[in-house]
């Protein structure tokens, strides 16, 4: 059997969020053995809680719905390409060493170890950065960090980036245990067809 890699952040009540978003909460609506033949949940929480598909409704007016968007860009292969302690951008020059015969999906470790708490020093990726990896055919990237953009942006260059280029992106990815290396991918979003983001439960294989 190949070997799986589990990179989706856990969720939970003290999963990290942007400041001001929803997060995680969780109320039981039946419990055994008292209320019925089973247990039943409800959960409210921010599509970006934990590893998720931002959709270009995100940052677009217009742009689609995330359940809208087609599949293809989410399973697939890919590389792990680490930049740790590379500053406060992704430049292209981080990638350099790993660009040879690029898949079309690219996902970046930044963390040596996941924070467990909104980090609002993450790294971004340099809009350039992602401009060169459309240019050469990546259909996806991926992040370790909670934005591709500054926390503190308001213009979010690389939001529009991806935006502009029809790049599909994954945020919050848990990378820790990945070496670098090229995998397949499977990160497919749920089909909410009205939402902005949608959690996914990210998956890496080896291709041998």
Do not use: K
Not at 84 to 107: N, T
Not at 142 to 160: E, F, R
């Amino acid at each position: 059997m190949r070997q799986l890699w589990d990179i989706s952040a856990p969720v939970h009540p003290g999963s990290p969020v942007y400041p001001g978003d929803v997060a995680y909460t969780q109320r039981w609506c039946a419990r055994l053995p008292d209320d019925g033949p089973v247990n039943l949940s409800a959960i409210t929480l921010s599509p970006h809680v934990g590893t998720h598909a931002d959709a270009p409704l995100h940052y677009a007016v217009d742009g689609a719905a995330v359940g809208l968007l087609a599949l293809e860009p989410f399973i697939g292969p890919c590389r792990v390409i680490h930049v740790m302690a590379c500053g406060p951008f992704i430049e292209w020059q981080h990638l350099a060493h790993a660009l040879v015969d690029l898949p079309p999906r690219v996902l970046v470790r930044t963390y040596h170890q996941a924070p467990t708490q909104w980090d609002a020093c993450l790294t971004a990726f340099a809009p350039d950065t992602l401009e060169r990896l459309a240019d050469a055919g990546v259909l996806l990237v991926g992040t370790d960090s909670a934005s591709v953009d500054l926390a503190d942006s308001a213009l979010l260059p690389c939001h529009q980036v991806l935006w502009r280029r029809g790049l599909r992106v994954l945020e919050n990815l848990l990378l820790d245990a990945v070496p670098e290396g090229d995998y397949e991918l499977i990160a497919l979003p749920l089909r909410l067809t009205q939402a902005d983001a949608s959690p996914v439960r990210a998956v890496l294989r080896s291709l041998a």
